[in-house]
């Protein structure tokens, strides 16, 4: 089977704009979450979305939202960027009732 | 609320040696436990898991055992190789409707031939 793959892999954005994040999870995986990873905060639970609705949130401002398709595939949205936006973003999915994500590449978002 | 408190690195030790990385959590339910690995310029790989008391998980060469009395999920290997450096993540997860990892801050470890 394929992993979780994510794309793009890596995005420089300057303060203000938007970006979009995608994720396509292992084939018949349809829990997908998405994590940030930083230096400073490590890695931080964002979101988690099952069959296209959200089931958990993390402590992350409005301006992080998410939706997932009802192929599963996921997609994140940072408004209004700022400086401290970024980070690694990973996706991870899970199939349904296990305990085990498993994680994409990542993408690398720069904030300038 | 949930929480893991992993071992304070870096970590730096000669090929060959013996590896220990401790974990402990704190958790309001029963959570199955996670060793995941972070090599350079990548996303997390499952390393091991246990999901109860006394439970090993184990994988190229890597074990740990789930100690319910003692909160704990320590990471030990017999014998490091040069290309077990990496940052390694101790995580809790507890299902409750929903999924959501719970992970340690890391800790980096190198090993020099």
């Known amino acids: 089977k394929a992993g979780v793959t994510q794309t793009p892999r890596y995005l420089i954005k300057t303060r203000g704009q938007q970006v979009t994040l995608s994720c396509s999870p292992i084939?018949?995986?349809?829990?997908v979450s998405w994590y940030q990873q930083t230096p400073g905060q490590g890695l931080q639970f964002l979101f988690e979305?099952?069959?296209?609705?959200?089931?958990n949130k993390g402590n992350f401002p409005g301006r992080f939202s998410g939706r997932q398709f009802s192929n599963s595939r996921s997609e994140m949205n940072v408004s209004t960027l700022e400086l401290g936006d970024s980070a690694l973003y990973l996706c991870?999915?899970?199939?349904?009732?296990?305990?085990?994500?498993?994680f994409g590449p990542g993408t690398r978002l720069t904030v300038l | 609320g949930d929480s893991v408190t992993q071992m304070e690195g870096p970590v730096t030790l000669s090929e060959e040696a013996f590896l220990t990385i401790n974990c402990t959590y704190t958790a309001t339910g029963y959570p199955s436990l996670f060793w995941y690995v972070q090599y350079p310029g990548e996303g997390l790989q499952l390393l091991l898991k246990a999901t109860k008391a006394d439970d090993k998980g184990s994988n190229k060469g890597f074990e740990a055992t789930y100690r319910k009395e003692t909160t704990s999920f320590h990471l030990e290997k017999g014998s490091v190789q040069v290309s077990d450096s990496a940052v390694y993540f101790c995580?809790?997860?507890?299902?409750?409707?929903?999924?959501?990892?719970?992970f340690g801050q890391g800790t980096r470890l190198t090993i020099n031939p």
């Open positions: 979305y099952f069959s296209e609705t959200q089931r």
């Open positions: 084939s018949g995986h349809r829990s």
């Open positions: 991870a999915s899970a199939g349904q009732g296990a305990d085990t994500q498993y």
């Open positions: 995580a809790l997860s507890i299902i409750q409707g929903a999924q959501k990892l719970v």
